[in-house]
Every structure is written in structure tokens, then in C-alpha cells.
């Protein structure tokens, strides 16, 4: 807001949008408002606005996965997205950044897949998750169903986004060879998350879970 002395012909001081009006040794004067640069963003500050875009981005996908009172809070407003953001932020970089799987998804102890698990090679190809299965999972959970998801990063001016998600769900665990499921394209250094929960047909919580992560190779 700017102040008019003896009206308008008289000068002001304050602003009026880019107009600044000032007195200086008893001369009124007036200006435009100087433009500030806006610095470019420091690579810490890329690096925190990568890591808040990755949470965003994996919550959705793994929500379904995790028990509902592990997103609850007594906070008012404090979604379940909320206290994602907020608590497993640095789960989301070590999952992404350094293959260290998350704590929040280890429902159980149970290793559903026996197999070694080897991370994709690169090129277009396509892949079959349900192939892991062994007898074991068929003599356990023969009719049970089986939700699987993988997350597929790639980097990009060296920082890692989500590049391609992958679904299947509902899958009878009877169904052991399956057509391939998964059509992918992949680069040396893409990072792999794979996530398999075994439940029932009437039920979101799983008997067993198991998570795996790694980068492709070439």
C-alpha cells in the first residue's frame, strides 16, 4: 500500500505493484521494484524434491500392502498418505537408492519364494513372476490367491523416478505356469522392487509376504 502526500502531485510512499515511491534528501522520488533472480535449485534441494516426488509415487501402489494401523494417527487432518510422507520417507530412499527393503511392508516372516530371485537383464523382453512359485507355496496355500506388483525406477540427471508399475492381482495360487504377465523395457541400473502377498479370496490381509529389490543388469 502506498500513501499519497497532498495528493497524487505530491509524491507517495510505499508501493503500488512494481512502483516503490520513496523520499531521498527531501526529494520525492519513485522506482520500479528491482527484479530478484530466482537462484536455480542446489543439488541437495533436487535431491529432496526427487525423494518427495518417489514417496508420492510409490504410496499408491504399495497402500493396499499395509496394515491400516500403521498409516493411523490421532493427529487431526493426518491422513494415511500424511504419515507415509512423513515416516517412511528415508525407508523410500533406502528402498529406491540402496536396495534395502521396507520395514512397514514385512508383514510376515514367511519366505514365500524358496528361489534365488536374479534382477532383469536389460532390453525388451517379458517375465513371468508366478514361474518362483514352488510346491512348497502350492501345498501351503493351494487355494488361496496371490497379489504381486513391481516397480520399475530409472534415472534420470543421476536421480532416480518411477519409470513403470506392474500389477497382478487375485492370481490362484493353482495357477503356477502362467503366460508372461510382464512386458518390459530395461536399461543397465534400473531399479527393480517386486512385491508377492499370498491371502484369500475375502480377505486384504495376507497369510505371507515377501519383497525383493536389485538393478538390472547388463
Same mark, same amino acid.
Given at each position: 500500500?502506498?500513501?499519497?502526500?497532498?495528493?497524487?502531485?505530491?509524491? @507517495?510512499?510505499?508501493?503500488?505493484?512494481?512502483?516503490?515511491?520513496?523520499?531521498?534528501?527531501?526529494?520525492?522520488?519513485?522506482?520500479?521494484?528491482?527484479?530478484?533472480?530466482?537462484?536455480?535449485?542446489?543439488?541437495?534441494?533436487?535431491?529432496?524434491?526427487?525423494?518427495?516426488?518417489?514417496?508420492? #509415487?510409490?504410496? =499408491?501402489?504399495?497402500?493396499?500392502?499395509?496394515?491400516?494401523?500403521?498409516?493411523?494417527?490421532?493427529?487431526?487432518?493426518?491422513?494415511?498418505?500424511?504419515? @507415509?510422507?512423513?515416516?517412511?520417507?528415508?525407508?523410500?530412499?533406502?528402498?529406491?537408492?540402496?536396495?534395502?527393503?521396507? =520395514?512397514?511392508?514385512?508383514?510376515?516372516?514367511?519366505?514365500?519364494?524358496?528361489?534365488?530371485?536374479?534382477?532383469?537383464?536389460?532390453?525388451?523382453?517379458?517375465?513371468?513372476?508366478?514361474?518362483?512359485?514352488?510346491?512348497?507355496?502350492?501345498?501351503?496355500?493351494?487355494?488361496?490367491?496371490?497379489?504381486?506388483?513391481?516397480?520399475?525406477?530409472?534415472?534420470?540427471?543421476?536421480?532416480?523416478?518411477?519409470?513403470?508399475?506392474?500389477?497382478?492381482?487375485?492370481?490362484?495360487?493353482?495357477?503356477?505356469?502362467?503366460? =508372461?504377465?510382464?512386458k518390459y523395457d530395461c536399461i543397465q541400473e534400473d531399479r527393480w522392487f517386486?512385491?508377492?502377498?499370498?491371502?484369500?479370496?475375502?480377505?486384504?490381509?495376507?497369510?505371507?509376504?515377501?519383497?525383493?529389490?536389485?538393478?538390472?543388469? #547388463?
Amino acid at each position: 500500500m502506498a500513501i499519497a502526500k497532498n495528493g497524487i502531485l505530491g509524491g @507517495f510512499s510505499g508501493s503500488v505493484g512494481d512502483v516503490v515511491g520513496a523520499t531521498w534528501k527531501g526529494v520525492t522520488t519513485i522506482r520500479s521494484k528491482s527484479a530478484i533472480e530466482k537462484k536455480p535449485l542446489t543439488q541437495k534441494q533436487k535431491e529432496a524434491l526427487s525423494i518427495s516426488k518417489l514417496v508420492l #509415487d510409490i504410496y =499408491p501402489n504399495v497402500q493396499k500392502y499395509i496394515q491400516p494401523n500403521l498409516l493411523y494417527s490421532k493427529e487431526l487432518g493426518m491422513t494415511p498418505m500424511n504419515v @507415509f510422507q512423513r515416516e517412511q520417507r528415508s525407508a523410500v530412499k533406502n528402498l529406491v537408492y540402496a536396495g534395502t527393503l521396507m =520395514p512397514i511392508l514385512n508383514y510376515s516372516t514367511k519366505k514365500i519364494i524358496s528361489n534365488t530371485l536374479y534382477p532383469l537383464d536389460t532390453g525388451t523382453k517379458t517375465y513371468n513372476p508366478y514361474w518362483e512359485f514352488t510346491d512348497e507355496i502350492l501345498n501351503l496355500y493351494p487355494s488361496q490367491v496371490v497379489d504381486f506388483t513391481a516397480l520399475q525406477f530409472r534415472k534420470k540427471n543421476g536421480l532416480y523416478e518411477l519409470y513403470k508399475k506392474f500389477e497382478a492381482l487375485r492370481i490362484p495360487v493353482s495357477q503356477e505356469y502362467m503366460a =508372461p504377465v510382464m512386458k518390459y523395457d530395461c536399461i543397465q541400473e534400473d531399479r527393480w522392487f517386486y512385491y508377492f502377498a499370498v491371502r484369500s479370496l475375502t480377505s486384504n490381509i495376507p497369510f505371507a509376504t515377501q519383497q525383493w529389490s536389485a538393478v538390472s543388469y #547388463d
